[in-house]
């Protein structure tokens, strides 16, 4: 039971570390503007699917080491990605009976909640101004999200994560 149980958080950690590399890799400008919020959605997977073990310190935590690795003013993604897993976690039974497709619209609506919140701290810091652009990552995460659901959900089943 013990091994089981490590190795099943072996994988959930080895997700979320695949998660932080596609979002911080370097891609074709092309493609950078509506690159998803990988690690985001690995980590609301992971909140829907255990909420108990994978909750706001865990997006706290992994928010502070993404605004480390963009070399973002330290807590922004911290104090959002936090915002956005407590909603999943204090909703995740009403989550989890929705389709694929229901909870990608819902994940889209997290998403664009995510991103709007995100310019308004870098606005009140930086006096940045908007762009429509910045939301493309809301729609690619909505249509993304049931692929890494299905993959996420078949890692979980296989290695017997609990």
Request: glycine share 4%; aromatic share 16%.
């Amino acid at each position: 039971m013990m091994l089981e149980n490590t190795r099943g958080s072996l994988v959930v950690w080895f997700s979320m570390l695949i998660g932080l590399l596609f979002q911080i890799m370097p891609v074709p400008e092309l493609v950078e503007a509506s690159r998803p919020d990988w690690l985001l959605l690995v980590m609301i997977y992971w909140a829907m699917a255990l909420p108990h073990r994978y909750n706001i310190l865990t997006a706290w935590v992994l928010g502070t080491i993404l605004d480390v690795l963009l070399g973002a003013y330290l807590g922004i993604r911290s104090l959002t990605f936090s915002l956005i897993i407590y909603i999943i976690v204090v909703n995740y039974q009403k989550l989890r009976n929705f389709s694929v497709w229901q909870q990608a619209l819902i994940i889209a609506f997290l998403l664009l909640l995510y991103h709007l919140i995100v310019f308004w701290l870098q606005f009140i810091i930086f006096h940045s101004e908007f762009d429509l652009e910045q939301l493309l990552p809301v729609v690619s995460g909505m249509v993304l999200w049931p692929w890494i659901y299905w993959v996420l959900r078949r890692f979980r089943r296989r290695y017997k994560v609990r």
